[in-house]
């Protein structure tokens, strides 16, 4: 039986994902968790030996833009959904 | 209803008001939408000015467009410029794109009326509307039972009358679930045959955004309007579509393929006979059965969900509240800050998603889950274009079962996750594909899946059984 | 002593705009958050535009750095968070960067090129006296190449003329422009005699880079002295005090999760495009310097001076074309850049062209001014923009012949029968006096060379 991953994977990922969940809820979604990713491991029966891993749906290249100049947005624009002070963004403290 | 591309005919013609169309319409809204709660934003004042727009170029011989005068609901995880686009999520719930999404754009510049931002599951995820911030959505072909998800609102409105036209988005069945749970048509495009361009994204390799109508000539017109190749979009493809124009019932020689992989285990009986049914009505207006195989059909599903989470953990990564979006105080270290503004405004299935998908992607894990998952993908492709050197286009059924009570399968996440098993191996593979009712009554979906850039020959099947009916 | 350094730089590119959307580069001195739109700014909804004129660039600077080619690349997502970075995550290059396994040879040393890549810059956070921080996103989404180093280069100034170098070298491209702020930065790896690691972060200036390092080595060596291990870490250079210092220990441990970039298609190359480009490179620095020691015959250290940018040597080659070389070489090199950094103006920007110069030189080679005239020209073409002629005829700049020289020289003693006297003692500085008011007299316009012989034989005369 696989190892499968405790509360504090959860908790480090969580951490890693940077959201809050709270410690009541911690080990349903645990639960949950492992179920899924037991399933996911339903993969581990394929064998791809033969393929590379799809990254190229439409099989493009080479789409480009031209090196152009084009109008910004104005201060109140981007500002709408923002905390604005002085016309920077308002962030929460970073430790410098 | 009258369909769309006679409503822009007659609009055009200067036979009908759109204002007048318009206003029946929201009429309609304003009567039913709170037993359904199909929508999240109305846009009504807007709407009928813009419809008088219309009715003034009408009457200087202005050619308003191929949408002239015709409402469309837009599933609210599209942008619309200056009107709310939450997601169905409280992380957006206040939240104005500076921009239209490039579907918006095609929409007014054919002379179409944005009605309504519609409900959806939380960031398009989920196959029943449940989990919305803005609260449930009712299926008005059955009452108490779900709509299908997560482009729940648009098939919700469009079945109750309050447009003919709504567009929503699909990832792994977005559209065409619940199409199939409200007796609707539903296309999911070739990937990369619409510009993603305003779609917020769930999971970018995957997302498409695509037609819920009444009829199929309908989801044609739509298609045409919303598709092509968007400087905005470098995974747009060159496509020009002229399916409504091109469009006939005619499939003497058109051959279908039937996979055994897509019947029997998990299928519920009702749906199974629904659609075998379907299948002999093709047969007897004039196409060829074939039987072939897509033997990693049954693995899609996990692949799916690898990938899908994966890119979604970090597509969801720009919500921190600083820019736009929920936020709370800020007078606390950043890493806090974040955490608590992401964890107290995403949902349940979205953080359950988000944490999944950073799993995922995680080192140690890239090679076991993601990147096996896109290898699995590969095969899988291979398999379908295999299948597609014999037979023209697939049919299966959209759905597992019927629609299902709210609230039956809210506990059960897996489960909810494996009511996409038909719908995913086509969102793998960027294949169209279109859900269309088996009949009448049922609320029993029928897909039918074509080659990339094949969506003509898939509308012509569709519109072949529609007329049948 | 054994020291290895490696060094990871980032160069802002010099495109018109951002790497993935329409925004203007040129952000320095416009406020905050007027360089930005919904792709640079992470709205949702939006996607990556890839700038075609970046990977013209990225290809130029491998080529002019001696590194294989990718044929096929592609973007990966670095997923992190913090507050600069819009989109929680950077558009990067992972395992398909743009070039390998270049060198650059600096100081006779060869410096293995690892890798360069191309990724976008992120917003700029700014720490004010308030409980929360800003943030600026103009420079979000700038394009910057990453260009990383194996741990080849043996000093701290090596480490500096390695950065000076690069810098040479893309700014010829013209991919690159140093003198803005903050476009190059750097963070640099060092250990002594196989020791650990140590990461120094935030270095953002040449000197800078040279200072850190040199502060490393001696923090290093004192650990050793007392007998102390060397940890490995990531130490933080400060400018200010020029000195590096402990980030905190409570670091997460960062989990990129790198995954290719599914908004981007793959971006390919050939020989053929490759080839093409590599015809249209400039030619390099180094290899100008080694051909105008050649081809012109002038020293290397006049080399180094001339070639400090492209216009400067654009310039004294066409000079040299029509002039005698090494007069066009000392006169660019000695004069003329004294004076155009004097007035601090660039080359291209000064009133001074080839014809000018060349002019000016021709005349002095004829003998028509002197060395002071010949300045003073300069001076005048610089400041008011006249033509060398006009110059000459205005200010009677034309030099004085033998003869008039003699004339004038005979009045200078006559009018100084102190000195002559002086002479008569032995004080032979009184040539050095009588030279000097014979330039007064004459206005410099009498060749000093001349003038001094013409006084020693006329005071010998009259003895």
Partial sequence: ?96 | MMQAWKTAELVKNGDISAKENILRYIDIIKKKDEDFNAFITLNNGQAVNRAKQIDEMVSEGIDPGKLAGVPVVIKDNISTKGMRTTCGSKMLKDYKPVFNAHVVKRIIEEGGIVIGKSNCDEFAMGSSNETSYFGVVNNPEKPNFVPGGSSGGSAAAVAYGASPVALGSDTGGSIRCPAAFCGLVGLKPTYGAVSRYGLISHASSLDQIGPITNKVKDAALMFDVISGKDDKDQTSIEYTSNSLENIKSDISNITLGVAAEFFGKGIDNRVENKVKNSISLLEDLGSNIEKVKIPTAEYSLPAYYVISTGEASSNLARFDGIRYGYSEEINKNWKSVFSENRGNSFGDEVIRRIILGTFALSAGFYGKYYKKAMEVRSKLIDEFNQAFNKVDAIILPTMPYPPFKIGEKKDDPLALYKSDMLTVPMSLAGLPSISIPCDKNSLIGMQITGKMKEEEKILNIALAHEEAL | ?463
């Fill in chain 1, 1 to 96: 039986m696989k190892k499968g991953i405790n509360k504090s994977d959860v908790e480090k990922i969580a951490s890693l994902a940077k959201i809050n969940i709270e410690d009541k809820k911690l080990d349903k979604l645990k639960t949950q968790l492992n179920d899924i990713l037991e399933y996911f491991s339903k993969l581990d029966e394929v064998d791809t030996e033969d393929y590379g891993p799809k990254f190229d749906i439409s099989e493009l290249s080479n789409v480009f833009r031209k090196d152009r100049i084009k109008e910004s947005l104005t201060i109140d624009e981007v500002m709408e959904g923002g905390k604005n002070k002085d016309n920077y963004f308002k962030s929460p403290r970073v430790e410098k």
């Fill in chain 3, 1 to 463: 002593m054994d020291v290895l350094i490696g060094l990871e730089i980032h160069v802002q590119l010099k495109t018109k705009s951002k790497l993935f959307c329409g925004c203007s580069t040129d952000y320095r001195d416009s406020p905050p958050n007027t360089h930005t739109c919904p792709t640079c700014l992470g709205h949702p909804g939006t996607l990556p535009k890839l700038n075609k004129r970046v990977i013209d660039f990225g290809i130029k600077a491998g080529l002019a750095f001696n590194c294989d080619i990718s044929k096929k690349m592609r973007f990966h997502r670095k997923n992190y968070f913090y507050p600069d970075l819009p989109k929680g995550y950077q558009i990067t290059q992972y395992d398909t960067p743009l070039a390998k396994k270049g060198k650059i040879r600096v100081n006779g040393n060869e410096v293995r090129v690892r890798r360069i890549h191309i990724e976008e810059d992120p917003g700029r956070l700014v720490h004010k006296k308030h409980r929360f921080s800003l943030v600026d996103y103009n420079r979000s989404g700038i394009p910057l190449l990453e260009i990383v180093t194996e741990p080849d280069i043996s000093s701290p100034e090596e480490a500096k003329k390695l950065l000076l170098k690069i810098r040479e070298t893309l700014e010829y491209l013209e991919i690159f422009d140093g003198s803005l702020d903050g476009s190059m930065r750097c963070d640099a790896n060092i250990s002594l005699k196989g020791g650990k690691r140590v990461e120094v972060k935030n270095i953002s200036s040449y000197k800078g880079a040279q200072k850190a390092l040199a502060y490393e080595i001696t923090r290093q060596k004192n650990l050793i002295r007392r007998g102390k291990d060397v940890e490995r870490e990531t130490r933080h250079f400060d400018e200010a005090q020029e000195i590096t210092t402990a980030m905190r220990k409570k670091e997460e441990e960062h989990d990129y999760r790198y995954f290719p970039e599914p908004d981007l298609p793959l971006v390919k190359t050939n020989e053929k495009k490759i080839k093409k480009i590599k015809e249209s490179l400039p030619e390099l620095p180094e290899e100008k310097r080694e051909r105008f020691v050649k081809e012109f015959g002038i020293t290397s250290d006049q080399a180094v001076s001339l070639t400090s940018s492209l216009d400067f040597a654009n310039f004294f080659e066409e000079v040299a074309e029509s002039v005698d070389p090494e007069l066009a070489a000392s006169w660019s090199t000695d004069v003329l850049k004294g004076e155009l950094n004097y007035r601090d103006v660039h080359i291209s920007e000064s009133n001074i062209g080839v014809g000018e110069m060349i002019d000016i030189l021709n005349y002095l080679s004829a003998d028509k001014i002197t060395e002071k005239g010949a300045t003073h020209i300069i001076r005048k073409v610089l400041d008011n923009n006249e033509k060398p002629s006009e110059i000459m005829k205005k200010d009677d700049l034309r030099s004085i012949d033998e003869k008039n020289i003699k004339k004038i020289v005979k009045k200078v003693i006559d009018e100084n029968q102190d000195a002559v006297d002086d002479y008569k003692k032995g004080k032979k500085e009184v040539v050095n006096y009588l030279v000097g008011q014979v330039m007064k007299e004459t206005k410099g316009r009498a060749k000093p060379d001349i003038t001094n012989q013409v006084v020693k034989d006329m005071l010998e005369e009259n003895l």
